[in-house]
């Protein structure tokens, strides 16, 4: 297993490039599964959780293959036997959504459960319901969703109980092939969402008010090919811009959609950050000590949840108390024990508040990153801690910081991967 190692307290300085979002490639490429036509995909981030997607669609019969360093094209001309077993399943929450597409093509499927990071329960009940309202019968055996809609998929309207991102995006690509109207309400109004509507029309879709809570969707009978690029990854900018700001350094993110950030600017603004807007780039910079702020997440365009734990890193330096509130997930507090191991002081409250006391200096420690964004906070204390850190488990950043080991190096870090010593 991969390890990370860090000699911290220098400022990070430069401009990094953002790669594509992974959270919209991972919908996107499940989406492929609707169309008979080539697609090809540009802007794809070369992540473990990008290749695990590609692997399930590959066993589902879909050619997948990378033409350049961010390219992949794709047909899913000839289907396989449309099931999805647990072995590709389980790591990758994002695997689960090719059951919508699968029913859509082929009439029936049967879909593993859904795995991912361990952050809450997570449960797929939005997207069960949603389906069933399109016409679809299923039921759960031996960990497997068994779903066929014999009379294909019909148009209908939907209210889905939790703003869910996976679920919105879910039912989108179902109801995109369904006969008839659909509409869904208490949509997700998350970018990614956005992203995924946005290919969907770009294939003959007929889909409106996506970025908003009420969707509607005119089902068409099939849909052609085409060539999209994954819009910007909103997280990773939003991560390298806290290191930056950590580490009372200067960075800028090359190629973002600025506004896909307000939350998380307004903040860093809050926090003594000088911020700079340009077109396509964002710098942060910040001298002293940031100041405490304190967040709470929630659904776009509120504050991300996937950035709660890098902020939090930030906090842990400021000038005094902030209070974290966690609205989405139910446990996504596993960096605070790994924080603390920097010298960090912060307290739980319940399983959703904590309240960070900043100190004036972290000092290096060795940490295991826990899940994936939590991970990029480790980095984060690292990088802005006195002395030599080693994060451990790296795999959980493979999922989704493309290249990073160079991105940070590019901003002046000293950072270098290596393989854990055995035992
Ligand atoms: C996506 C993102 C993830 C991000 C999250 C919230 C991808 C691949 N992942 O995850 O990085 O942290 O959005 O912004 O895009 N829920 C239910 N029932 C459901 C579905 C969800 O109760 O059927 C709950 C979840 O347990 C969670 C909340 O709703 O508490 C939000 O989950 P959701 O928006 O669905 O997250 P994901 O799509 O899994």
């Known amino acids: 297993m991969d390890q990370l190692v860090l000699e911290g307290g220098r400022p990070l300085t430069g401009v990094v490039p953002v790669s594509g979002a992974k959270n919209a490639a991972l919908p996107v490429l499940a989406a492929c599964l609707l169309t008979e036509a080539p697609v090809v995909l540009e802007r794809v981030p070369a992540l473990q959780d990008v290749h695990t997607q590609l692997s399930l669609l590959r066993h589902l019969g879909v050619g997948a293959s990378w033409q350049d360093d961010e390219v992949v094209a794709l047909s899913a001309a000839a289907l396989a036997e449309p099931v999805a077993p647990y072995e590709l399943v389980r ?112 294939l003959g879709a007929r889909i409106e008010g996506e970025g908003t809570a009420r969707i509607e ?102 000038t005094g108390v902030s209070r974290v509130r966690e609205t989405v997930f139910e446990n996504r507090f596993m960096h605070v024990p790994e924080l603390a191991r920097f010298g960090a002081q912060i307290s739980l409250e319940d399983a959703r508040s904590a309240v960070v006391t900043g100190v004036p200096k972290l000092v290096g420690a060795p940490v295991m990153a826990t899940d994936l964004r939590a991970s990029f906070s480790l980095v984060i204390a690292a990088l802005a801690a006195e002395g030599e850190s080693i994060i451990d488990r790296l795999y959980h950043m493979d999922r989704g910081y493309a290249a990073m080991t160079e991105k940070l190096r590019g901003l002046g870090a000293q950072v270098a991967r290596r393989k854990a010593p055995p035992g």
């Open 91 to 202: 790591t990758m929450r994002a695997s689960f959504l090719v059951l919508g597409p699968l029913l859509a093509r082929c009439g029936h499927a049967e879909v593993s459960l859904p795995g991912g990071c361990a952050i809450g329960a997570r449960p797929v009940d939005q997207h069960l319901v949603g389906l069933q309202r399109l016409g679809v019968a299923l039921e759960v055996v031996g960990g497997y969703v068994r779903a066929r809609a014999p009379r294909g998929l019909r148009g209908a309207r939907i209210v889905m109980n939790q703003v869910t991102v996976g679920g919105t995006e879910h039912l989108l690509m179902a109801a995109a092939c369904a006969r008839g109207h659909t509409v869904l309400e208490n949509a997700a109004e998350e970018p990614e969402v956005v992203d995924l509507a946005r290919f969907l029309r770009r």
């Open 217 to 318: 969707i005119e089902g068409v009978e099939h849909l052609e090919g085409g060539r999209f690029a994954i819009l910007p990854d909103r997280i990773e900018a939003a991560s390298y811009l806290l290191a930056g700001a950590a580490t009372r350094g200067r960075v800028t993110v090359q190629g973002v959609v600025p506004a896909h950030l307000g939350a998380v600017l307004d903040k860093l603004e809050e926090a003594g950050a000088r911020v700079d807007v340009e077109a396509e780039a964002v710098t942060v910079a910040l001298e002293d000590r940031p100041r405490p702020v304190s967040l709470r997440t929630a659904p776009y365009p509120g504050f991300p949840t996937d950035v709660q734990a890098q902020f939090m890193a930030l906090a842990c330096l400021a």
